[in-house]
């Protein structure tokens, strides 16, 4: 995997506003994407709100481990995962996604998955559902970040775009087509299955399906050789994190 530094990507201030918050917190839409040249792309807010459906409890029938849920959003998957006794952390940048998190039964933290997170390197499974994978606009960089959380020979599961394509673009969260949004635009990516194989470069393909519209791929960390130090310990997960959100370390979830 890549050794490249650490990416810092700053929590885009819509994350703390409406509409998005507003959104989250009512539980339904209109909301979208809308690109720097007018065009939208609408987001599914209020499947995000509801419970996991069959399609997501099939994802997460494969996910190993522990498992950390990149922008969990409102918490569906989280929560399904606690409900099955499941060691399972959400983080998202969005203040509301994280207590509807919690109000969930789901333990969250308030985060960008380029800060330090509990774990580092000992989570069996990384989610990046909803379109996730295009967080921070640079997909290499994201993957490389997911590696790094993953311990060895960890499965990576991607939803992607169900369409052939590899977009990089500015977005701002609006709620109707015509609303002037209240902060700059923030880097996004949409990628289809085969533009994240392109970018996958030291993963190996673990799968690939579609049920339900959506489209996934599933990747894998390689494997520790055997003179390799051993893999690290599952990671624990404190109530308190998430309440407080202090960790400041990678170190700290030991």
Not at 170 to 198: I, K, M, S
Request: proline fraction near 7%.
């Amino acid at each position: 995997m890549s050794s490249a530094p650490e990416l810092t990507v700053p929590a885009p201030a819509w994350a703390a506003s409406d509409p998005y918050a507003t959104a989250l917190r009512a539980g339904r839409g209109p909301l979208f994407l809308r690109r720097t040249d007018g065009w939208l792309l609408p987001l599914e807010v209020e499947r995000w709100c509801a419970r996991a459906d069959l399609v997501d409890r099939a994802v997460l029938d494969r996910c190993e481990g522990a498992v950390l849920d990149v922008g969990c959003g409102p918490g569906r998957l989280v929560a399904e995962l606690a409900a099955r006794g499941r060691t399972v952390l959400g983080i998202d940048v969005s203040e509301a996604a994280v207590a509807h998190t919690e109000a969930l039964g789901g333990q969250a933290l308030r985060r960008s998955v380029f800060d330090p997170l509990p774990g580092e390197g000992r989570w069996g499974t990384v989610l990046l559902m909803d379109g996730n994978i295009g967080i921070g606009g640079d997909p290499r960089a994201l993957l490389d970040r997911a590696a790094r959380l993953l311990a060895p020979g960890g499965l990576l599961i991607a939803e992607t775009a169900p369409v052939d394509i590899d977009e990089r673009a500015h977005v701002q969260v609006v709620d109707v087509a015509d609303a002037d949004a209240p902060d700059a635009p923030f880097p996004w990516a949409r990628l289809g299955t085969p533009a994240l194989l392109r970018y996958a470069r030291g993963w190996r393909r673990a799968g690939q399906w579609s049920a339900g519209g959506r489209c996934f791929a599933a990747l894998r960390t390689r494997t520790a050789s055997s003179s390799a130090e051993p893999a690290k310990s599952t990671p624990v997960i404190s109530s308190q994190w998430a309440r407080n959100g202090s960790v400041d370390s990678p170190d700290a979830a030991r």
